[in-house]
């Protein structure tokens, strides 16, 4: 797809980070755009941002509280499209909500690790199916479906338990290359593109457990503040003489560390994916520190786990992520 102006995009997650950015940069494009969220007041935030420049007449920019991990939001989500947007095709697809946490099977609860799986794998999965019928309408489709580095790598360091998030995030790799068959046989008018991010500057960490918690303050429950410590004692820090105030502390200095201290920003990333999609490529890597990790982690992949890979790893590309 050479260029999204006229066109209709989908954009799940769209209330902050990269959701937020490719709504903005598709919309001043000239790209109509719909999108989903958990969260009213952050869409809202990013339909405010999108129209701040005055809008290109006709073009509409509609937003819709709906979980991606629940079959029924996505239908009503879709059916609400159809009414607001008043056309019965779409054009691009980004399955790009996501959440981390219920990283271990032990020190995670089941209900957590399967939040995590089920918005992460089911809501890319369930995407796709949804919104299947609309892009089969258009002359032309793109399904754009957020993985991870954690799509080919499996951990974020020694010491810190990620299973869910990273099982999820190799299915949508899988299942995105697997579909690119699929389609050139069945529907070959709408290519596939699986994006893997390096460390982007979003707020998912503080989004992610408000999400999984169910809670709208900063304040770390008294389970959060013990498995904060269990997190850093995996890590090898002793946190026997910090207070609960001391690891509160450090809980909000990692979720503004991982925003303010990445390598790529959340626009920037955005705009590597949408010039992905325009060049045809299937697997599009964002940032320098994803192009790395793929390039380590094919040559030495029996190392991939070791904690030296990881150490020469973050230190190469300047990951502080705690
Ligand atoms: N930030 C990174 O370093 C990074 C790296 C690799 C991959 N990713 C992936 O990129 C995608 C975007 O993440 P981001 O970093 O922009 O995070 P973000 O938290 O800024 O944005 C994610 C958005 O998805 C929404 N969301 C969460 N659960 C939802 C649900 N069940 N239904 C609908 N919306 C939901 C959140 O409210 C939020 O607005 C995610 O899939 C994430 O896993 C991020």
């Not at 952050?42 to 941002?49: G, N, V």
């Not at 290109?56 to 991990?69: E, F, I, K, W």
């Not at 890590?235 to 609960?244: L, P």
């Amino acid at each position: 797809m050479k260029d999204f102006a006229g066109k209709t995009a989908v954009i799940t997650g769209g209330g902050t980070g990269m959701g937020r950015e490719l709504a903005r940069q598709l919309v001043a494009e000239g790209c109509n755009v719909a999108m989903c969220d958990v969260s009213a007041a952050a869409m809202a935030e990013t339909k405010r941002l999108c129209e701040v420049e005055r809008l290109p007449q006709g073009l509409r920019v509609t937003t819709h509280v709906a979980d991606v991990s629940i079959e029924d939001q996505l239908v009503r989500f879709r059916d609400e499209l159809i009414e607001q947007q008043a056309t019965d095709k779409i054009h691009l697809l980004f399955n790009n909500a996501g959440i981390g946490g219920g990283g271990s099977l032990f020190t995670s609860t089941r209900e957590q690790w399967e939040k995590t799986f089920n918005i992460c794998w089911g809501g890319v999965y369930l995407g796709v199916r949804t919104f299947m019928p609309l892009l089969l309408k258009a002359d032309e489709g793109h399904i754009v479906n957020t993985s991870s580095v954690n799509g080919f790598w499996a951990t974020v360091g020694p010491g810190v338990s990620h299973t869910a998030y990273s099982a999820a995030k190799f299915a949508v790799k899988g299942f995105t290359e697997a579909l690119m068959t699929d389609l050139s046989l069945n529907a070959p008018h709408i290519k596939c593109s699986v994006v893997m991010p390096g460390h982007i500057g979003t707020s998912i960490v503080s989004n992610s457990r408000k999400i999984q918690t169910g809670a709208e303050s900063e304040a770390l429950t008294p389970n959060e503040i013990l498995a904060t410590r269990q997190r850093l004692k995996g890590m090898g820090i002793d946190t026997a003489g910090m207070s609960d105030a001391d690891i509160q502390q450090i809980a909000l200095d990692r979720a503004r560390n991982f925003l303010e201290q990445a390598p790529t920003s959340a626009a920037a990333a955005a705009r590597i994916i949408l010039d992905g999609v325009k060049a045809g490529s299937w697997r599009i890597l964002v940032g320098d520190d994803a192009h790395k990790l793929d390039e380590r982690v094919r040559q030495s992949p029996e190392n991939a786990y070791t904690p030296e890979f990881y150490q020469n790893f973050a230190k190469e590309v300047g990951w502080r992520l705690g």
